[in-house]
């Protein structure tokens, strides 16, 4: 099993109280593979559907954002390679 | 610092982590001015005014905390961080002869000022103390009063040295019958400046006592001659004047005008220093609306802050000249909501 990586980076170095903060996460594992499932059923007569297709993530990756001034930072997108969080400075 | 961590952990356990480290300003002071040095009090009061200029010549004999103003030291007692301008500008006393007068004890001879400023076209040049003066220390009886009256105040003060530079030296300077052009002129101050700020940082200063060097910061090249790093390494404030005079001025372009260029020209001590902006204010003959645009000036100071480069701690609003509120109730009412939001506080 490979080990995940991460990089954080912010908007700014210094911000004006109350001002957002931009939090830009870009994260992956080497061993996070996207599978596709696809299922067709077929009756006793030998109808088949169509085909349907399902996504699913074999050992997603969580990610957990700390903050030691006690900011929360709140999650405002994630792709599932890069993750925006956003806090009130 | 604060730092934010942030981990992503996989279902076996493995996992990494990154780490970004982050600084939130002190609060941005609001402040304010009165025309004349006015007692601001009654102005300022159920507002988060936190800061305030005054103009002083080292001509007048009561510059701390100035002829009938007790109302200065009570506000600075109560935590209001004071601009005081202090000018070469021969103003504050009847007539522009020698002086005597005796400090601690010591008496002094301060002869009467050499130079001319704010040499306009059809103008009447004031007169000022001249750098070669100041150079050759026939001022220091003028520094030692202020000292003097500095001490007992109680607090720590900005001393801002000179109003605005650039608009002294625009149209040259006059020195014992020798004319000095602009630039000419900058070097000059800058001798001069450093020669004050070193005397005073010589002496016992009051607790929290800071030196800056003032500049209108309408010039680009000038503002980056007055900066040079060996006098800002003696200073503890970059200094700048805003005003909006025309109906497309933007609060943003206005306050970032002089930051840009400080950031662009300007070296690493310098930049390290946070702003002190003396005077800002909104003409009303152009901007009829001065609440209007006085409610635009928080989120830009905000946004200015949070770009690369000198912070504004500062921002006294010059409420006379180009920046009289009228109507006044309105213009302290938007000015109160202003300081009332981040980044002020």
Redesign the interface.
């Known amino acids: 099993m490979a080990a995940p990586t991460v990089t954080a980076s912010l908007n700014a170095t210094t911000y004006a109280p109350g001002a957002q903060m931009l939090l830009t996460v870009n994260y992956g594992d080497p061993d996070n593979k996207v599978l596709t499932v696809t299922v067709v059923v077929t009756d006793a007569q030998g109808n088949s559907s169509a085909p349907a297709k399902v996504s699913a993530v074999i050992d997603p990756l969580t990610i957990t954002v700390t903050d030691d001034s006690g900011r929360t930072w709140s999650r405002v997108s994630d792709n599932g390679a890069v993750a925006v969080y956003r806090a009130v400075a | 610092m604060?730092?934010?961590?942030?981990?992503?952990?996989?279902?076996?356990g493995?996992?990494?982590?990154?780490?970004?480290?982050?600084?939130?300003?002190?609060?941005?002071l609001g402040g304010y001015y009165l025309g004349g040095n006015a007692d601001p009090t009654a102005d300022m009061a159920g507002g988060a005014f936190r800061s305030l200029t005054q103009y002083r010549s080292f001509a007048d004999g009561h510059i701390f905390p100035g002829y009938n103003r007790p109302w200065l030291t009570t506000l600075g007692r109560s935590g209001v961080r004071l601009n005081m301008v202090l000018e070469l500008k021969h103003y504050g006393v009847p007539d522009t002869g020698p002086q005597t007068f005796t400090v601690d004890g010591v008496s002094y001879t301060v002869p009467a000022p050499a130079m001319t400023i704010q040499q306009r076209p059809g103008t009447v040049w004031p007169k000022a103390y001249g750098y070669g003066q100041v150079l050759a220390g026939q001022c220091d009886g003028l520094f030692a009063r202020a000292l003097s009256q500095y001490r007992t105040m109680g607090f720590g003060v900005n001393v801002q040295l000179a109003s605005e530079l650039d608009t002294d030296h625009e149209f040259g300077t006059t020195e014992a019958g020798k004319s000095y052009t602009w630039a000419e002129s900058d070097a000059r101050a800058v001798q001069a400046v450093t020669y004050i700020v070193n005397w005073f940082r010589a002496k016992a200063l009051p607790q929290g006592a800071t030196f800056s060097v003032g500049l209108g910061g309408f010039d680009r090249p000038a503002f980056q001659r007055t900066h040079p790093e060996s006098l800002m390494s003696r200073l503890d404030f970059l200094q700048w004047n805003v005003y909006a005079t025309s109906p497309g001025h933007t609060a943003l372009d206005r306050f970032r005008r002089t930051k840009d260029w400080a950031v662009a020209d300007l070296g690493p001590v310098a930049l390290s220093r946070p702003v002190i902006i003396a005077e800002w204010g909104v003409r009303v003959a152009e901007i009829p609306d001065q609440a209007a645009w006085i409610a635009t000036v928080p989120p830009a100071?905000?946004r200015i802050?949070?770009?690369r480069g000198p912070?504004i701690a500062r921002m006294n609003y010059f409420n006379s000249g180009w920046g009289t509120l009228s109507p006044k109730a309105a213009g302290l009412a938007a000015l109160r909501a202003a300081y009332a939001?981040?980044?002020f506080?």
Do not use: C, F, K, M
């Open positions: 604060p730092r934010v961590t942030v981990s992503v952990r996989d279902s076996s493995q996992s990494a982590t990154a780490r970004a480290d982050y600084t939130v300003a002190a609060p941005v100071i905000a802050n949070a770009e912070l939001r981040p980044p506080g």
